[in-house]
């Protein structure tokens, strides 16, 4: 009971930041700025959500955001797979090819940015939203955590599978895909965050700022609006919201993963 009310205090203390910024969303202006502040807004307004959506183009920057994190969940798919390919499969070059992986772990991203960019600018990617999003669709550490983990999975099950006429495509889909929940759901998240939080490469990519995503669209509106407090707490609720989301719904699985883990 004593280490309950703990934890309970502890997370109570930790959100207060949170709820404050959601809360002072809501504000008008006059009253985001008060001293001392209040906790609670005196009266509600959307104004601030209003003007972001309408005014300042957070509407594309959300979409851009969506297409940015929806291609980067079809990258996850397809690093599952390569996973799968490593862990079950047998083929000429397979341990180099794997150790190949493993070493641009080794690179660090900033490294690489150059060189990709020359790349896509030879494509003549550069400002496009297919040049944003190439790069990111395979991670090599996505790639080493599932094949890790799919190491664990019998053999016998997927030759009793085969054995029954079962094709490839359906074992993966329907044996290795929900026996993976787990790890799946923490790359997922993973996955999640950075699509969404993406700044760095979207801002030396596009020149263009219907190709911004939230991330630099809320960089600027900290610099083109740095006295709108109310306003950046409402982009801010913005960026935050869906992660939590996310977060809401995968949270078991997360857990499961790390039993699992533990476990083996």
Request: without cysteine; neutral net charge; glycine residues 6%.
């Amino acid at each position: 009971m004593f280490v309950t009310s703990v934890l309970v205090v502890g997370g109570f203390l930790v959100s207060i930041p949170f709820i404050w910024m959601i809360l002072s969303s809501f504000k008008s202006e006059r009253e985001a700025r008060t001293m001392p502040p209040t906790f609670w807004p005196q009266e509600f307004t959307f104004e601030h959500y209003i003007n972001l959506f309408q005014n300042l183009n957070f509407g594309t920057y959300f979409t851009n955001t969506m297409i940015i994190v929806l291609f980067a969940m079809l990258g996850l798919l397809f690093n599952t797979m390569a996973g799968y390919g490593f862990a079950k499969f047998n083929f000429k070059g397979k341990e180099i090819v794997f150790l190949g992986v493993l070493a641009t772990m080794m690179i660090p991203a900033q490294v690489s940015m150059i060189p990709v960019y020359l790349l896509l600018n030879q494509m003549s990617l550069t400002n496009t939203m297919a040049g944003i999003i190439l790069p990111g669709l395979i991670a090599a550490f996505n790639i080493f955590l599932i094949r890790q983990f799919m190491t664990t999975i019998p053999n016998d099950l997927i030759e009793s599978a085969r054995i029954d006429g079962a094709k490839e495509f359906r074992i993966f889909f329907q044996i290795i895909l929900p026996l993976s929940k787990p790890v799946l759901a923490v790359q997922a998240i993973l996955t999640f965050v950075g699509a969404w939080n993406s700044f760095l490469w979207p801002l030396i990519v596009a020149n263009d700022q219907a190709l911004y995503t939230l991330s630099v669209g809320l960089a600027l509106l900290q610099g083109q609006h740095s006295s709108s407090f109310a306003l950046q707490m409402a982009g801010a609720t913005v960026m935050v919201i869906p992660v939590l989301i996310l977060f809401i719904f995968v949270q078991r699985y997360i857990v499961e993963g790390f039993n699992t883990t533990g476990i083996k």
